[in-house]
T-cell receptor, first 114, second 114 residues
Framework: GQQVMQIPQYQHVQEGEDFTTYCNSS?????IQWYKQRPGGHPVFLIQ?????EVKKQKRLTFQFGEAKKNSSLHITATQTTDVGTYFC??????????????FGQGTILTVHP | DADVTQTPRNRITKTGKRIMLECSQT?????MYWYRQDPGLGLRLIYY???????NKGEISDGYSVSRQAQAKFSLSLESAIPNQTALYFC?????????????FGPGTRLTVL
């Protein structure tokens, strides 16, 4: 079955440093979504990437989707303490009747030291 | 989001007991999902339902069953709980009419099996 691998599992940064998490799928994806889970909270949708090579920005967050639609990354510039949490990528299979069923990566736990 | 509710929020039970976790949503979504979250393993799909008459196994359905009582209700049962089912369980919903088909998560149920 489809597998989505995400690295690193943990990342500790000083406030103001940059952060990147990477996501790789074993199969070609229709799209990829990113979620953020604050400590003690539930995952919350951040963004969806659909097109090959797509790049989207949300303030200090930059999301990229690979040309082959099998990998993605999330980059945070100048981290702040409000960025702490776990970031998940989630891949949506290309085609088929199971469209909408996401496969989540293991998540990257981000700690920001003030 | 308050639109997706889960009960109970916390539960401690003993090995061999039958447990039901309930999920309700007021978002009018047709699709509902059950996930479990374990440290380092991310979110793993247990079961999903694309409408009231549609039930599908996810990647880790063994030891679990579900019931879609109505469009708004999706319950997860552990027929005979075992300690390795100790985890954080999330219900989620999505709808085709939603712009990105993103998933909306409930607050989670923390289950401990002794």
């Amino acid at each position: 079955g489809q597998q989505v691998m995400q690295i690193p599992q943990y990342q500790h940064v000083q406030e103001g440093e940059d952060f990147t998490t990477y996501c790789n799928s074993s199969t070609t994806l229709s799209n990829i979504q990113w979620y953020k889970q604050r400590p003690g909270g539930h995952p919350v949708f951040l963004i969806q990437l659909v097109k090959s090579g797509e790049v989207k920005k949300q303030k200090r967050l930059t999301f990229q989707f690979g040309e082959a639609k099998k990998n993605s990354s999330l980059h945070i510039t100048a981290t702040q303490t409000t960025d702490v949490g776990t970031y998940f990528c989630a891949g949506n299979n290309a085609g088929g009747t199971s469209y909408g069923k996401l496969t989540f990566g293991q998540g990257t736990i981000l700690t920001v030291h003030p | 989001d308050a639109d997706v509710t889960q009960t109970p929020r916390n539960r401690i039970t003993k090995t061999g007991k039958r447990i039901m976790l309930e999920c309700s949503q007021t978002k009018g979504h047709d699709r509902m999902y059950w996930y479990r979250q374990d440290p380092g393993l991310g979110l793993r799909l247990i079961y999903y339902s694309f409408d009231v008459k549609d039930i599908n196994k996810g990647e880790i359905s063994d030891g679990y069953s579900v019931s879609r009582q109505a469009q708004a209700k999706f319950s997860l049962s552990l027929e005979s709980a075992i300690p390795n089912q100790t985890a954080l369980y999330f219900c989620a919903t999505s709808g085709l009419a939603v712009s990105y088909n993103e998933q909306f998560f409930g607050p989670g149920t923390r289950l401990t099996v002794l």
